[in-house]
């Protein structure tokens, strides 16, 4: 890199860094930084590839503006019997002092790859994430461009805590979007209709269930991004709740549809979340909508086996998971109400939680195999 290259570079790095941040809240995540590094080194073409280690292919395989062909076949054929790996973590180094002539030349399909591209002028960085995921990034000219210098391999080297940084971060977005798929799998499941509010009332997030439900406008409606119950005292009631303080208890209310249709049961609860978020907009209340003749039946030899339950505490549990007020619970069990709050309070004991909304989320992830 000639010293006004290096010049530009140290120029545009804090938009270099700016943009390898932003890229990974993109719908296609690191794609657009891939560009703007391949323009700050110099680069023809960057491709990133993510993937678990030992891996016959990668997970992600990114290369922006190149053979689409070429990569195919590389990630096919190749990527298993890649010379150019296993590369000290973190650091930059060069295709041809890493990969002896040689050893490449025993390699016949990959020497024949790089005469197919027609050249060996590859940068490579590998960077370790977990224990069992690893980012490997590399930098190609093409062929009869300036070749890659010692300046070229510190600026890439220069980068390398922040791809640390931004590697972390992509991790657990994707863990957080895989776990919120499950999650919402799971509520679809059982039939749960589930709607995420924020402090003002105004609604997130609805799942499948839940905006069939306020479709119909049978008892419950959607009306300018807020929920609206047909019963005037009970909108009063849960506008109450949601103006009310985080620590209160959750409220359950059988609302009643014109139709003639069977009641739904309505679960409202504070989510346990930082306020900042919270004050920022961010989800606040989640209400939980059930119909008690239509709700997937909860087993309650599984729930006991999950949450460590006796078996009257995992039928109380069963039955609020299913949707059912503790009134209808005591009725379906035919004990008292107050036997179904003790059952509830031992429960709480067991398991950690203090609401019953906190309550209604575990027992339903504990049945796909998750842990609160």
Known sequence: MSGRSAELFDQDLPQLLAQLFASLLDDEPWSAFLDSLAEAVGANWVTLMLAPKEAGRPGLFLTPGGDFA??????????AIDPFTGLPDGQVCHFRDFV???????????????????????LGLDISGTARLQLRLRLTKAPGAEKFDAADAGRLQSIVPHMRVALAIFERLAA?????????????????????????????????????????????????????????????????????P???????????????????????GHVAGPNYIVAAGGPAVVLFITSPAAASHIPVDAVRERLGLTQAEAAVAAHLAEGLSLTDTAAR?????????????AIFAKTGMQRQAQLVHLVHRSLIGLTA
Do not use: C
């Open 70 to 79: 070429l990569g195919a076949d590389y990630q096919s054929r190749l990527f």
């Open 176 to 244: 957080v979007e895989t776990e919120q798929f499950i999650y919402a799998s799971a509520a679809a499941q059982i039939a749960v209709g589930t709607v995420i509010l924020d402090r003002g009332g105004n609604v997130l997030r609805i799942n499948a269930p839940a905006a069939a439900l306020l479709e119909k406008k049978d008892g419950i409606a959607l009306r300018r991004n807020a929920v609206l119950l047909g019963s005037p005292g009970q909108q009063r009631q849960l506008q109450a709740f949601l103006a009310g």
């Open 100 to 122: 002896p002539a040689d050893v490449l030349a025993q390699n016949e399909a990959y020497h024949a790859f790089i005469k197919q591209i027609g050249t060996d002028e590859t």
């Open 333 to 345: 069990l035919g004990v008292s109400r107050n036997t179904v709050r003790a059952h509830l309070r």
């Open 246 to 268: 985080p620590d209160h208890n959750q409220i359950t209310l059988r609302i009643a549809r014109p139709s003639g249709a069977p009641d739904f049961l309505l679960v409202a």
